[in-house]
Nanobody
């Protein structure tokens, strides 16, 4: 599957952005989708993940209550709605996909994800 992330930009603290991840090449609903981010000088870290149908989600503690992950299987797109953004949310955001057996979908580990998009930069000014 090929992934294309978009929607990043410059926003003031307290503002919102919605990231999109468009998938092509395979059946989108076969994949668990995740979002990761990498800030300057730091390792890439987990942000959120969503199950095949969208019925289950997990979040990093740093974004819980502010970010919402969703997916549209008919449109082959995953989303990350980011509200109340903080300067520490500044990073390149990556979407990722993993194909796993039913029953073991959730992972916060980047090595568990098989396919990656190119990243989209989010900059939050104070």
């Amino acid at each position: 599957v090929q992934l294309q992330a978009s929607g990043g930009g410059l926003v003031q603290a307290g503002g919102s952005l919605r990231l999109s991840c468009a998938a092509s090449g395979r059946t989108f609903s076969d994949y668990v989708m995740g979002w990761f981010r990498q800030a300057p000088g730091r390792k890439r870290e987990f942000v959120s993940a969503i199950s095949w149908s969208g019925g289950s989600t997990i979040y990093a503690d740093a974004v819980k209550g502010r970010f919402t992950i969703s997916r549209d299987n008919a449109g082959n797109t995953a989303y990350l709605q980011m509200n109340n953004l903080k300067p520490e949310d500044t990073a390149v955001y990556y979407c990722a996909a993993r194909m796993v057996p039913i029953g073991s979908w959730s992972s916060r580990t980047e090595n568990d994800y098989d396919y990656w998009g190119q990243g989209t930069l989010v900059t939050v000014s104070s």
